[in-house]
């Protein structure tokens, strides 16, 4: 009979423990078929990623994401804005962090260095600079719309 309970409790725990490796987000769903190269297939995950984040940096990785996909695809514009995108939300996450570590260090570096030569390569393709100061208008608008409905609905009526 203890060899039965024994028996049940470790199959017990493999499932769980099966189970717990196994799940997967919208995010990592996108971030997996980004990574195969999968951009169509990964774009419902990101934009549900982005409309419904768990976490800021969820959606700035998800933003991150949709401008590897866009560049990719040679959507100059499109790639520019989805960085710029991530930059202000990654740098607001930044900002934000009460508990400074490595981890803020490096989203710091990402926030302040990479994302920003990113842009900086981007741009030109982009056209005009009244293009890009669209797109930065635009973003920002667009972001600034979402904090305001998320965190301070009274506002944003």
């Known amino acids: 009979m203890k060899k039965m309970i024994v028996l049940v409790a470790i199959i017990a725990m493999g499932l769980m423990l099966a189970g717990c490796g196994t799940h997967m987000n919208e995010l990592d769903k996108g971030h997996a078929l980004v990574k195969e190269g999968n951009c169509a297939e990964a774009a419902p995950y990101l934009e549900d990623t982005i409309a419904q984040p768990e976490d800021i940096l969820d959606l700035a990785y998800a933003y991150f994401l949709k401008g590897k996909c866009a560049e990719k695809a040679g959507d100059a514009a499109l790639a520019y804005e989805n960085y710029y995108a991530a930059k202000i939300v990654s740098c607001y996450a930044v900002a934000h962090d009460t508990h400074v570590n490595l981890n803020t ?53």
């Open 105 to 157: 260090y490096g989203r710091s570096e990402f926030c302040q260095k990479i994302i920003p030569e990113m842009l900086a390569k981007i741009a030109p393709d982009v056209g005009e600079v009244s293009k890009v100061e669209a797109i930065v208008d635009k973003v920002d608008a667009t972001l600034n719309a979402r904090y305001m409905e998320r965190f301070n609905p009274a506002l944003s009526k």
